[in-house]
């Protein structure tokens, strides 16, 4: 948790950002996995609830009455029972006070709190519903059906979340550092297992255990697979093998909940063969490249496009493009090997604030997304940049078969693919290279103390000596 003054700063903020009305901030709930009392582990609290009211227990909701400047945090005592199973807490009074929150009480209290507020016409705000129980307390609550939620948020509250979440501060910095040393442990123990014979659920189950170890848990499902052209394939129980290409994309969340999100591809056997460094060669190139553009002011959108020009330049280098690089990429060609955006908005959540819609988070008035093209509408975020956004730079470059299938049969982008050539790399896989970056007020750096290696040489190199 932060020191108080963060939590009442920023509670100070969005009650000026939002005019009126009533906020409630839900906090999340034990989630069952199997049976009731077996829920998944750990508890992961909402990250909008932690970041105005910092708490980490189950069953809490936060209450800010804008028009009469009141907070309310919202919960029950345990009792003798939990306190024999699990230890006891502090009490929610306790808990109030840790972040600065005058006024406690019991959750029943919440349904009169709502009640007046509805009697009276009073604007209540809340965000998106994603946990099935919180949108059948919020049916009770406000008798809101669950399917009529979404579009009952507030965008008043959205928009100012997105606004005060997006720019990270100097302690939220510190925290997405600690993650980034995390993640460093996790891709360089992944790095050190991947042998042949090994299997990829192995390797997957040690990376996990690490975030673990030292964090709270995985920022998202970890991804440990030689189908890197899956973009998002899960480890499987086969054995690694010689000559192939093993992907890892992996994160750890710290013990307050901020994330960090990092690819690498390596070569099973320790080397990569010539034809595997002719595309990584690519990837490594397009992942620095993105730092050379990225600063306050420039559009991520125009990032991506950069990176896929530059892209398709040296892809038409190895023939397998072809054409006028600019026209390939505005037909959407480079999404043959592309099909994803080049990064996205990262903090407490790895997708950061992605509960609260992508649209509201990577986009605004100016830059709107285009869902009509095959791959563009993939890009989470393209919106100008700011200081203190953290964005995620990954470049990838897959041989996706059924696309490759699919594309050739129907002629589509023709012009800029040779598909003789596309053929013979069916048996690729993917290559993606990750790591998260900090807008700095005139350009923008790396998180992460140590650089988890990824220059095909010093890839080769740690997995030689470790
Ligand atoms: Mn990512």
Excluded at 30 to 36: G, L, Q, R, V
Excluded at 44 to 67: A, E, H, K, N, T
Excluded at 211 to 217: E, R, T
Aim: with cysteine; proline share 4%; aromatic share 10%.
């Amino acid at each position: 948790m932060f020191k108080t003054e963060t939590y009442i700063a920023r509670r100070q903020q969005l009650k000026q950002l939002v005019n009126s009305g009533i906020i409630l901030i839900f906090g999340n709930n034990e989630s069952p996995c199997n049976f009731p009392a077996n829920g998944y582990y750990p508890f992961r609290q909402d990250s909008s609830f932690l970041y105005y009211f910092g708490q980490q227990r189950d069953g809490l909701v936060g209450v800010i009455d804008v028009d009469n400047d009141t907070e309310t945090l919202i919960g029950d005592d345990i009792d003798i029972e939990d306190i024999v199973w699990y230890g006891s807490v502090e009490s929610v009074k306790m808990m109030a006070e840790q972040v600065g929150v005058s006024n406690s009480a019991p959750m029943k209290a919440l349904q009169g709190i709502c009640a007046e507020a509805l009697a009276k016409r009073r604007k209540i705000h809340f965000l998106p519903p994603y946990r099935y129980d919180i949108k059948l307390q919020l049916f009770d609550l406000l008798g809101i059906h669950p399917n009529q939620q979404k579009q009952e948020t507030s965008m008043e509250l959205i928009r100012a979340v997105v606004k005060m979440r997006s720019t990270k501060t100097a302690e939220e910095v510190e925290e997405l550092e600690r993650a980034a040393v995390i993640g460093y442990k996790m891709h360089t123990t992944a790095m050190r297992l991947t042998k042949p014979g090994v299997t990829e659920k192995f390797i997957a189950g040690q990376v996990d255990g690490t975030a673990h170890s030292y964090g709270s848990m995985v920022s998202f499902p970890t991804i440990f697979t030689q189908h890197g052209e899956i973009l998002h394939g899960s480890p499987s129980p086969a054995p690694l093998e010689a000559g192939r290409l093993v992907l890892c994309d992996a994160g750890a969340e710290t013990v307050n909940n901020y994330c960090s999100d990092n690819t690498r591809t390596m070569p099973v056997s320790g080397k990569f063969t010539q034809r595997q460094l002719e595309i990584y060669s690519i990837v490594e190139a397009c992942h620095d490249y993105a730092l050379e553009v990225a600063k306050p002011g420039v559009k991520w959108m125009d990032v991506h496009f950069a990176v896929c020009r530059l892209m398709t330049d040296r892809l038409k280098e190895l023939g397998l493009m072809k054409g006028d690089a600019e026209e390939a990429v505005r037909a959407g060609a480079h999404a043959m090997f592309l099909p994803h955006g080049l990064g996205h908005m990262m903090g407490m959540d790895v997708h950061d604030m992605e509960a609260l819609d992508q649209i509201n988070v990577g986009f605004d008035e100016e830059t709107r997304p285009n869902l009509e093209q095959f791959g563009t509408n993939c890009l989470r975020m393209g919106r100008r940049l700011e200081e203190g956004f953290v964005v995620t730079d990954e470049p990838g470059i897959y041989f996706i078969p059924a696309l490759i299938d699919e594309w050739k049969a129907n002629g589509h982008c023709a012009e800029f693919l040779n598909f003789d050539k596309l053929e013979t790399y069916k048996d690729f896989g993917g290559i993606r290279i990750e790591d998260d970056v900090l807008i700095t007020k005139d350009g923008c750096r790396f998180l992460g103390k140590d650089r988890i290696p990824y220059h095909a040489k010093d890839v080769e190199e740690f997995m030689q000596h470790n």
